[in-house]
């Protein structure tokens, strides 16, 4: 601490300008001499004000501490006041003075009455501390964060109110700041039912008597500005309800960064550091993102991708980690996107983060925010878009969380019918309240905005539409009409569409719903819910079925391989092969496949093949591409050393060449959304389950022909209808030997016939090899012989 000038209290004269204290009250008789300073010294505060203070019950603490003005003998002066429970001394420090404080409760209540002070003036206080293990005494100097004005405007208070601030993050929670001179950081978080709200932190001793916060009128919000704090500091929110007594030490629900679990503070990050270099990729989003743009997601989960062998054990890669090898191996693979399972923080490890406590928190186990940053960072340097999983619906009942978060009911029902999902365990967001519709948005337009995030898909959204997902009758609240659509969530979930699109229309929004609610990724202004895209559960579900069937018997199930095209043009479609599906005793991809080993690899080259030659945007799960025969286990790695294998490699050249031809190939992915784009060929042949179809760009001269053989049986000589007459090359043909095929094929290409065959003018003549998928275009020459 820097040298200062102690001034006694019973020194100055009237008009100096050093610090003056009020002199203690006298005392008379012989008993004086018994007294203590504690006793001699009157305090001008109530003393019950003090008690509640000592307490750590008292509501509006900057009544008491801090600065207030002060008339002495009708002369104006200033009271600071403190609460140090530590201290020996306390001494207010302007420049080079100091004054020393009366101690007025024995539990460390500090006070001093600067006389002759008409304004307002910054001050320090000097602290001094006993000695560690009787050593010398210890003084160190601090900002009094009572000193310090609001940070929080009326109009934020207003805005969240109404449930129309969508950028709380900017707000709420630790952040970093300067404010009235100083550096430190601002704390801020709604509790409308709180009785007092503490930040408590290692700077504290986590005592929640030490920094109580200021109730922002009945808004609920409670903020405090401590300075001298900084990056990486832990804290947590200490918060005393007004009822039955309830006391919780809550993370902060905004927070930006957490420790790792088991440990469950929150850690101050300053989110302004960091040098972003993706402009080109920002630059050209809108262009790269357009629904009629190639979309192929490799989705991840970032703890078991990949790991490292360390001394310690097998760790998971780090988000920086993460940049240099996934997203190399993915652009390498030739997808478009990488799209992440939940990585906002989460307690439990096995819930794979869809049950989220820290919506505004990349998890710590993988590094820290900007180490995130640096991840998306070099994604998009790739050229490859970064999609998170956000799961808005509901979250887990951990005791550090939004739980029961001012002892009620705050974030979500009450009533279990409405505020529980019994299948997961988790709480249900109360949607109809504007503070919480604010929180969630906020988080969304947080990931686009601080983040870069390219896309956000809302996970579970049947289970947010529906008032009786999952449950009995008796079970469920219907809703104001009688029935089973839960209006608020509805209204919610458009809204967040709007936003998200409103502050950032080069961003897509995907939704995974699994029933028919209608006009899912249809505007909100013609009544749909908003989404750009939505997740094709119905094909998926009827592809694996039949895929699962020995090719024998697929003829009797020749529907589940043509009924989407019935439905397919509604909705704005992803083909997804997900992790559900590699999960839950479901077996892994390959695994699913009937047949010996070759067959298994063909039917799942085939069924590769269809999906990228069916209308939507592709999505296939990590471990996918490489052929696991295991399902997915969230505790390990991938099993990468399968690539030592012939088929599984091939089928990873396989799955690349798919993306490859998708990317560059027009027709594939221009026109997914509408019947202008497909155009069946052929689906009547039931009994050699073989279809044929064409697929168009938006010029519809640009064409590609596929072709695709779901038995085990070559079809050669096998005649299709085409559209016009030339030479057909084949593109791409999964039957190759390349890719661990019979080997049959139609080599460069063929003419076509001037044979009508099935409503077409011309046909050609293929080789169409067994378990395959072909894919032929029509080149304006022919190659020559040569």
């Known amino acids: 601490m820097a040298a200062i000038k102690s001034i006694p209290p019973e020194t100055g004269s009237a008009g100096s300008a050093e610090l003056v204290a009020r002199p203690a009250i006298p005392a008379s008789g012989p008993a004086a001499r018994e007294r203590t300073a504690e006793d001699l010294y009157s305090c001008t505060a109530d003393p019950g004000a003090v008690a509640a203070i000592v307490g750590g019950y008292h509501g509006t603490p900057f009544d008491i501490l801090g600065i207030h003005k002060h008339a002495v003998d009708g002369k104006p002066s200033y009271i600071i006041r403190t609460f140090q429970p530590q201290a020996l001394t306390v001494s207010v420090v302007r420049g080079d003075q100091a004054c020393p404080m009366h101690r007025v409760h024995r539990d460390g209540f500090f006070e001093a009455v600067i006389q002759n002070q008409t304004e307002f003036f910054p001050y320090r206080l000097a602290i001094t501390l006993p000695g560690l293990d009787g050593g010398p005494q210890q003084t160190y100097e601090i900002e009094d964060p009572y000193r310090y004005p609001p940070v929080l405007t009326d109009f934020d208070l207003h805005l969240l109110g109404e449930g129309t601030h969508f950028r709380l993050y900017e707000k709420l929670g630790a952040r970093v700041i300067e404010h009235a001179g100083a550096k430190g950081v601002s704390f801020s978080v709604w509790a409308p039912n ?104 490799y989705e991840v989960h970032p703890g078991s991708w990949k790991r490292k062998d360390d001394p310690i054990g097998m760790r998971w890669l780090s988000y920086r980690e993460l940049a240099d090898e996934l997203v190399a191996y993915v652009r390498e693979m030739g997808y478009t996107h990488i799209e992440l399972l939940p990585i906002t923080e989460h307690p439990f490890d096995g819930s794979w983060g869809y049950q989220s406590i820290g919506l505004f928190a990349p998890t710590s186990r993988f590094g820290s925010p900007d180490d995130f940053r640096y991840f998306v960072d070099k994604a998009h340097q790739a050229g490859l878009g970064v999609i998170l999983d956000w799961a808005g619906g509901h979250f887990p009942k951990d005791g550090h969380g939004l739980s029961f978060f001012d002892g009620t009911c705050l974030y979500e029902h009450e009533d279990p019918r409405k505020g529980e999902h019994q299948d997961w365990g988790t709480l249900i967001y109360n949607f109809g309240r504007n503070e919480v519709r604010a929180f969630l948005l906020s988080s969304a337009v947080f990931w686009l905005d601080k983040y870069h995030i390219d896309g956000l898909r809302v996970d579970a959204v049947a289970s947010m539409l529906y008032l009786d997902y999952s449950r009995q009758p008796g079970e469920w609240i219907p809703n104001e009409f009688g029935g089973n659509e839960n209006l608020e969530a509805v209204a919610f979930i458009k809204q967040f569409n709007e936003v998200v699109h409103l502050e950032y229309p080069d961003v897509l929004t995907y939704a995974e719903e699994s029933t028919a609610w209608p006009q899912v990724s249809r505007p909100t202004y013609l009544g749909g819910l908003g989404f750009d895209l939505k997740w094709n559960m119905g094909w998926m579900h009827d592809m694996l079925e039949y895929m699962s069937k020995d090719p024998i018997h697929r003829r009797y199930h020749h529907g589940n391989l043509t009924f989407s095209l019935l439905y397919a043009f509604t909705e704005n479609f992803v083909l997804p092969f997900s992790h559900d599906e590699v999960a839950h005793g479901k077996g892994a991809m390959l695994s699913k496949m009937p047949g010996d080993s070759w067959q298994k690899f063909a039917n799942l080259r085939a069924l590769y093949g269809y999906m990228y030659a069916h209308p939507g945007k592709k999505l296939l799960f990590m471990g996918g591409e490489i052929g696991q025969w295991s399902e997915w286990n969230h505790d390990w790695q991938l099993d990468w050393a399968l690539l030592e294998h012939d088929d599984h490699r091939k089928l990873q050249a396989y799955v690349k060449a798919l993306n490859t031809l998708y990317v560059e190939q027009p027709a594939l992915h221009e026109v997914d959304f509408s019947w202008e784009g497909f155009q069946w060929i052929d689906l009547h042949d039931v009994d050699n389950s073989v279809v044929s179809f064409v697929r168009r760009a938006k010029d519809p001269n640009d064409f590609v022909v596929t072709v695709a053989n779901f038995t085990p049986v070559p079809r050669e000589p096998y005649r299709v209808g085409v559209p016009r007459a030339g030479f057909y090359r084949e593109l791409l043909n999964s039957g190759a030997a390349s890719f661990g095929g019979a080997n049959l094929g139609n080599a460069a290409g063929l003419n076509s016939e001037p044979t009508p065959w099935q409503g077409q003018q011309h046909s050609v003549v293929l080789s169409l090899p067994p378990l395959a998928v072909v894919f032929l275009k029509p080149d304006k020459e022919a190659p020559s012989s040569a």
């Open 194 to 297: 709180a009785e007092r709200v503490s930040v408590v932190g290692d700077f504290n001793q986590w005592d929640g008597r030490r920094h109580p916060m200021r109730p922002r009128g009945g808004s609920g919000l409670w903020e405090i500005f401590i300075p001298g704090l900084q990056q990486g500091d832990l804290y947590k929110f200490e918060v005393k309800s007004r009822y039955l007594g309830y006391l919780a030490v809550k993370s902060d629900p905004y927070a930006h960064l957490s420790e790792m679990r088991p440990n469950t503070s929150s850690v101050v990050w300053d989110l302004n550091r960091y040098e972003w270099r993706d402009q080109e990729w920002m630059a050209t989003r809108k262009q790269r993102q357009g629904l009629n743009s190639p979309i192929a997601v």
